[in-house]
């Protein structure tokens, strides 16, 4: 945003433009805010085409919305991918949500994995889900960790390495604040003989007052 800023005082046209923009929203003029943004979207600003898909959402402009997401999107912005992502999701190409989701992943997009990850769990594809949740845990994203450890601690059959595993990235989420990792913390510490260490998930899961997790 500095550099925007500099840009701008040095006559940049895209760069004001943005700018301006930003000064628009911030002071609640969303309509002139989003023609501004357009503006130095049509100059080739990516920033301005993503704020524009952002604002453009808001105010329920779909069609818009979605244009200006796949335009950074195409121009190479991560976040903007993983909106197309859920564009695309949510018209049921899910082909089209894949591609865009992973390659948002693939720029630094954490989320992208958890959509990923969600996908595969909808379509039975359980080998793709333990794929993908590891690399969103890998790159700590909490719904990653949790479903990764959950999945290892439902095929581990017994294996008592797999099992320490799956404690680890569920007691991992449960220290994030995930209350049903806490729970399952509770019981893969009882599969490993190990109550003692799972006592401070039991405390965990009291303290949020969740009834169906106290019960569990």
Known sequence: ????????????????????????????????????????????????MREAGVLSNSLGRKVDSHFWFQSAALAGDPMSMYNTGVAWAD?????????????????????????????????????????????????????CIARHGLLLAM???????QLRRARD???QAAERGDVPSAGLAVNLNADLHEPGRGRRFVDMVVATGDQDEMDR
């Open 155 to 161: 095929t581990a059959n017994g294996d008592m390495t």
């Open 169 to 171: 990235y569920v007691e």
């Open 91 to 143: 018209s049921q190409d899910l082909d089209g949500a894949r591609s865009w989701f992973q390659r948002a992943a693939e720029g630094g997009i954490a989320n992208g994995y958890a959509a990923l990850t969600s996908l595969a769990a909808d379509a039975n594809d359980s080998a793709a889900e333990l794929k993908w949740s590891g690399l969103g845990a890998s790159a700590g994203q909490l719904f």
């Open 1 to 48: 945003l500095h550099a925007t800023l500099q840009d701008a005082k040095a006559g940049d046209r895209q760069s004001d433009l943005y700018m301006n923009a930003l000064s628009l929203q911030a002071r609640g003029d969303d309509e002139a805010a989003l023609g501004k943004f357009v503006e130095a979207a049509q100059l080739g600003s990516v920033d301005a």
